[in-house]
């Protein structure tokens, strides 16, 4: 059974940092494509970055591109999101999500993604 469990959400003052945590159970992480997504309070979830199974390549939402940078770690089943230059736009719950397709790809779709994290909150203050 797969289980996705994030952690590192916080209130941290702009201009600060954060590194978001996830924890993925089951024996396919190795072979999938994982990513972020992140959904502000009274909008549509949002694609934050994704990385490809073997980390050769990812992709990170221009939003965000300079400030936020997506890694992992197949022999310890986690993925990693680290956030820095934080502004209160970046005020969010952030999901962690895994596809279930198999191959070499990264994903943007949430609809491609098929296992979800229950999320983390990150608030960023001015």
């Known amino acids: 059974q797969v289980q996705l469990v994030e952690s590192g959400g916080a209130l941290v003052q702009a201009g600060g940092s954060l590194r978001l945590s996830c924890a993925v159970s089951?024996?396919?992480?190795?072979?999938?494509?994982v990513g972020w997504f992140r959904q502000a309070p009274g909008k549509a979830r949002n694609f934050v970055a994704t990385?490809?199974?073997?980390?050769?390549?990812?992709y990170v939402a221009e939003s965000v591109k300079g400030r936020f940078t997506i890694s992992r770690d197949n022999a310890k089943n986690m993925v990693y999101l680290q956030m820095s230059d934080l502004t209160p736009e970046d005020t969010a719950v952030y999901y962690c999500?895994?596809?279930?397709?198999?191959?070499?790809?990264?994903?943007?779709?949430?609809?491609?993604?098929?296992?979800w994290g229950q999320g983390t909150q990150v608030t960023v203050s001015s």
């Open positions: 089951g024996h396919i992480f190795s072979m999938r494509a």
């Open positions: 990385i490809n199974r073997s980390s050769a390549s990812d």
């Open positions: 999500a895994m596809t279930d397709y198999d191959g070499p790809s990264y994903y943007v779709r949430s609809d491609d993604y098929h296992y």
